[in-house]
């Protein structure tokens, strides 16, 4: 069985930093990429950024460039989101997902044939 466990969401004040976490056990974690994904209240789930099973990050959205890092940790099955300048408008209950293929990773959605989620933290960012 697989299990997605994202920790470290809280509320922040904008322009500080946080770093969420996500810890993954039951698949062959080297072997999977990574994404963090996100969604706020009334709009639909966007892909924040994505990592290969090597470390490569293809894919960040833009409004995160420059600010957000995902980083991986294979040795202990981990994930990482460390978000710096943070705005109002991060504001979302932010998703860990594994899957197979890291090019389809942007477009990841719950359902989808082995891809993996968690249940989310929330990441709240007050002006």
């Known amino acids: 069985q697989v299990t997605v466990m994202e920790s470290g969401g809280g509320l922040v004040q904008a322009g500080e930093s946080l770093r969420i976490s996500c810890t993954i056990t039951g698949l062959t974690f080297d072997d999977y990429a990574l994404g963090w994904f996100r969604q706020a209240p009334g709009k639909q789930r966007e892909a924040v950024s994505c990592i290969s099973w090597s470390g490569t990050v293809p894919y960040s959205v833009d409004s995160v460039k420059g600010r957000f890092t995902i980083s991986r940790d294979n040795a202990k099955r981990a994930v990482y989101l460390q978000m710096n300048s943070l705005k109002p408008e991060d504001t979302a209950m932010y998703y860990c997902?594994?899957?197979?293929?890291?090019?389809?990773?942007?477009?990841?959605?719950?359902?989808?044939?082995?891809?993996?989620w968690g249940q989310g933290t929330q990441v709240t960012v007050s002006s």
């Open positions: 997902a594994a899957g197979s293929h890291i090019s389809s990773c942007p477009s990841w959605a719950p359902g989808d044939e082995s891809v993996y």
